[in-house]
């Protein structure tokens, strides 16, 4: 059964505390994403992973980092939290192999409350 | 800009109806997906399809590629059916496209 983890389902932080987000995915997959999700919004592209070490902006990048530095283990940061960062935050991964029609396979999510 | 449209963004029904959730799309794609959020977060995915119809109990997804449209058919509606329902849409590289999900509530 395949299956993306993340860190942790709810956190509580302060304004510019330094956040982690882990997310572990135990499929082999080359590909990892970072989302977040806001009522209305839908989900938003953050950051993805293509391979270790590598990595490209998505859509909303500002405010945030990313590591990867094993295949299976990726991370969001956020350098210095702020309460515009509270949001629902979802990692995916997704095989390359037959790229193009690969689904995705996402983790819990983790809500972020930032005060 | 939305690439990807949903409708309607809430709906309600009763126990045993039949349930339309219409995804509208205006980029090129090499796939389209029908996800499905519960309440608390998770995202599990029920369809991926490039042309035609996949049928899955009693969901059934359409597309039609012509026409950049898709639908999310489910038949006799059980309130477990409560849920978000997310369209997305995937080119070749990894670029998705999100709805912003339709919120159905199944009445007893």
């Known amino acids: 059964d395949v299956k993306v983890t993340q860190s942790s389902r709810y956190l509580v932080k302060r304004t510019g505390e330094k956040v982690f987000l882990e997310c572990v995915q135990d499929m082999d997959h080359e590909n990892m994403f970072w989302y977040r999700q806001d009522p209305g919004l839908g989900l938003r592209l953050i950051y993805f992973s293509y391979d270790v070490k590598m990595k490209e902006k998505g859509d909303i990048p500002e405010g945030y980092s990313v590591s990867r530095e094993k295949k299976e283990r990726f991370s969001l940061i956020l350098e210095s939290a702020s309460t515009n960062q509270t949001s629902m935050y979802l990692c995916a991964s997704r095989s390359r192999l037959g790229s193009s029609y690969n689904e995705q396979f996402f983790g819990p999510g983790t809500r972020l409350t930032v005060l | ?108």
């Open chain 2, 1 to 108: 800009k939305n690439e990807v449209e949903q409708s309607p963004q809430n709906l309600t029904a009763q126990e045993g109806e039949f349930i339309t959730i219409n995804c509208s799309y205006s980029v090129g794609i090499s796939a389209l997906h029908w996800l499905q959020q519960h309440p608390g977060g998770g995202i599990v995915s029920l369809f991926m399809l490039s042309s035609g119809k996949k049928k899955h109990g009693r969901l059934i997804a359409t597309i039609n590629i012509q026409e950049k449209h898709s639908s999310l058919h489910i038949t006799a509606s059980h309130p477990r059916d409560s849920a978000v329902y997310i369209c997305a849409a995937s080119n070749t590289g990894n670029q998705f496209y999100f709805g912003t999900g339709t919120s159905l509530t199944v009445i007893p």
